[in-house]
């Protein structure tokens, strides 16, 4: 895969802008809500699956490496391998999953809603299956921490992602951004 110039970049702003909307949190018990699901779909959505998702790939590198990008300003190995991880990690699943859906189809609104809420709940069930099997919860009990709860926030913030990203998107600048099939 070859990534010019112009999508390093432009995955390199989209990684900082990551790092910064993440650090707004809300605290809900192991797993907290926060604007990193929302800036993951917006970032996809604009940059499309290849510079999306190596925007997202950035960022995990930043908090691998001991960067405070995390939620609430956490970072390293133990984070990003630890009980909430997955959803992490689930990133990137969801950049491929929502990128290659938004490219093999209209980028328009409908579809970028339905890629961007099948992209947060392939995040959600990445980060659900890694807590279950990396804490030992109960298959049940890991539903009720990880996945349930977040439901509704992540439809809620998947709508927001397609309508806004497809907004910024046709009033970009076309020679930064892919141009709406």
Do not use: H
């Amino acid at each position: 895969m070859r990534i010019s110039l112009r999508e390093q970049l432009l995955a390199a702003i989209f990684a900082g802008i990551i790092a910064i909307l993440s650090q707004v949190t809300i605290p809900l018990g192991l797993i907290p809500l926060t604007l990193q699901t929302f800036i993951i779909g917006l970032t996809v959505t604009i940059l499309g699956s290849k510079t999306g998702t190596w925007a997202i790939t950035i960022y995990l590198l930043l908090g691998l490496i001991g960067i405070p990008v995390f939620a609430g300003g956490s970072a390293g190995f133990g984070v990003l391998f630890g009980p909430t991880g997955g959803f992490l990690i689930g990133f990137i699943f969801n950049g491929l999953v929502t990128g290659s859906i938004l490219d093999n189809t209209k980028k328009n609104y409908f579809w970028a809603v339905i890629a961007n809420i099948i992209g947060a709940l392939v995040t959600l069930a990445f980060g659900t299956a890694w807590l279950k099997f990396g804490t030992g919860m109960e298959f049940i009990a890991a539903l009720k921490t990880g996945f349930i709860p977040f439901i509704i926030p992540g439809i809620i913030k998947a709508v927001a992602c397609g309508l806004l990203g497809i907004f910024l998107l046709r009033r970009l600048p076309q020679r930064y951004f892919a141009p709406i099939k």
